[in-house]
């Protein structure tokens, strides 16, 4: 898939991958930081707390980062809070 709006790939960078994916070749560095995170228990991602202080934990979390849920994620930012998860 070619870098547009929708997906881009930074293959320079230090940290790629950030996460695994089922697809590494499908990696979506567009979200580098999940817009969704703020949300808490309303992002709809696959995310667990850990620790003593129940820090969000979303390393199994594939959301922003494979390109097919660019539109959730865009869908899920316009939602009203308190709105039902993805």
Request: aromatic letters at 16%.
């Amino acid at each position: 898939m070619e870098n547009n709006y929708r997906f881009f790939y930074n293959g320079e960078c230090k940290y790629l991958p950030c996460h695994k994916t089922p697809d590494e070749g499908r990696f979506n560095c567009l979200f580098c930081y999940c817009p969704l995170y703020s949300m808490g228990e309303r992002c709809g991602g696959n995310f667990k707390y850990s620790g003593a202080k129940k820090i969000k934990d979303c390393e199994d979390c594939h959301l922003p980062h494979l390109p097919e849920y660019y539109d959730v994620i865009m869908k899920k930012l316009t939602e009203p809070p308190g709105s039902a998860a993805i």
